[in-house]
């Protein structure tokens, strides 16, 4: 599968943004799909994820501001994020992953798109 993020860009903080993930693929809704972002001279961080069979689990740090949803009549996945914060700055990457698991771990996904680069200014 191929993902492409879009969505990112410059918010102040208590903010909102939509990030958009288009996936490609005729078996999309048999995956585990999930949001991650690395800030700069980080490893990637966990959070969001939103299983095959329709349950959404978030990072404690995002918990109650973002939800992460997905319309597999479109192949899509999408992370709505509210009272953005300046920690929230960072590449957010949607990513995939087959099998029923639902990791929290990024080695764990296979599938990563290109990145969608958010700034919360203070």
């Known amino acids: 599968v191929q993902l492409q993020a879009s969505g990112g860009g410059l918010v102040q903080a208590g903010g909102s943004l939509r990030l958009s993930c288009a996936a490609s693929?005729?078996?999309?809704?048999?995956?585990?799909v999930g949001w991650f972002r690395q800030a700069p001279g980080k490893e990637p961080d966990f959070v969001a994820v939103?299983?095959?069979?329709?349950?959404?689990y978030y990072a404690d740090s995002v918990k109650g501001r973002f939800t992460i949803s997905r319309d597999n009549a479109k192949n899509a996945v999408y992370l709505q994020m509210d009272n953005l914060k300046p920690d929230d700055t960072a590449v957010y990457y949607c990513t995939a992953r087959s099998g029923s698991l639902i990791p929290t771990q990024a080695d764990m996904y296979d599938y990563w798109g290109q990145g969608t680069l958010v700034t919360v200014s203070s």
């Open positions: 939103f299983s095959r069979g329709g349950a959404a």
């Open positions: 693929g005729p078996t999309f809704s048999s995956y585990t």
